[in-house]
């Protein structure tokens, strides 16, 4: 009669006893205290056995499996499954924490609502950082921020103060806002015209490439002629003024440049859109600008 050979429960490796490498490449978890490796096989449909041993390497995947459900009943300490005497791999979790995760090569701890983002200095005036900013200092300079991120109220330096010890453990709660934070972004950069009133990326030559005019003169035209433009959902009275220069300084068709201000619009309606839009900024600016600037109908008998 044919003795049956042990193998792992999981992949059916077998474990020849007379190796003494590959015995303890094995370990026995028949007991209670192993539940949780249970519960794995029985969700892989694996039956169970009154005496069962498991390979180091079934054991590794299991426990990243167990980890990344991040399950109650299935949490365990390295204490419950691992024997000093016995396992040479207890060194490897003996700082593994289940409540946090530690992103690699970026810095930050997100305390930072009690000190500037930027210089790390406390006791001074601050604000809140925007999402922009905290996205930026991630993607630029590698350093995590949270939503209560504060920052000098006056600029205090070009780059961040350095903070290569302070890694970045992440709870469950801040990954999810953090990944939220990025989505966020995304939407927003996906739907930002070419040209807004708001922009942090954007500097004051752009401006005067694309329009001839500075951001500060931009704004002046917007606010002569925005109580007289309906609110719309296609642009802002801004984006309205910097299309009808766009148009004047490159000749872009209507279509060219309804894309890269953002018009949501169908396909076949993005050129009467920015059309409309051209033409009616004219008519405004002709009505508040011309007409108080040029030729005499705004000049007074003595002026003359």
């Known amino acids: 009669m044919m003795t049956k050979l042990s193998c792992c429960t999981n992949c059916g490796r077998i474990c020849h ?72 791999s207890q060194e490897h979790f003996e700082h593994f924490d289940l409540k ?36 930026s200092l991630l ?26 010890q ?18 966020t972004e995304l939407y927003n950069i996906k739907n930002t015209p070419l040209l807004s009133e708001n922009d942090t990326i954007l500097h004051d030559e752009d401006y005067v490439s694309w329009t001839g005019w500075s951001l500060s003169q931009l704004k002046d035209m917007t606010t002569l002629v925005a ?22 300084k490159t000749n872009l068709s209507f279509r060219q440049i309804g894309t890269l201000f953002k018009i949501t619009t169908s396909e076949d309606n993005i050129r009467r859109r920015a059309e409309d839009t051209f033409h009616a900024v004219t008519t405004y600016l002709n009505n508040t600008i011309v007409s108080n600037n040029l030729g005499v109908a705004h000049l007074t008998r003595i002026e003359a």
């Open 17 to 88: 006893t007379k190796n003494r490498a590959t015995k303890q490449s094995f370990r026995t978890i028949s007991s209670k205290k192993h539940r949780w490796l249970h519960d794995l096989l029985l969700a892989r449909g694996v039956e169970l056995e009154s005496e069962m041993i498991i390979c180091n390497q079934c054991r590794a995947v299991l426990c990243r499996e167990r980890n990344h459900r991040g399950s109650k009943h299935l949490q365990v300490t390295p204490s419950d499954d691992y024997d000093d005497e016995t396992d040479d």
């Open 139 to 164: 993607l630029e300079h590698r350093v995590y921020t949270s939503r209560k991120a504060m920052k000098c109220s006056q600029p205090c330096c070009t780059i961040p103060h350095k903070r290569s």
């Open 166 to 183: 302070e890694l970045t453990k992440l709870s469950a709660e801040q990954v999810i806002d953090l990944v939220d934070d990025l989505m």
């Open 100 to 135: 946090h995760i530690l992103i690699t090569n970026i810095f930050g701890n997100g305390d930072d609502d009690l000190y500037c983002s930027w210089c790390m200095k406390t006791n001074v005036t601050m604000m809140k950082l925007t999402l922009s900013e905290r996205i």
């Open 227 to 248: 109580p007289y433009m309906r609110t719309s959902t296609y642009r802002t009275p801004f984006e309205a003024v910097c299309l009808f220069w766009v148009k004047l």
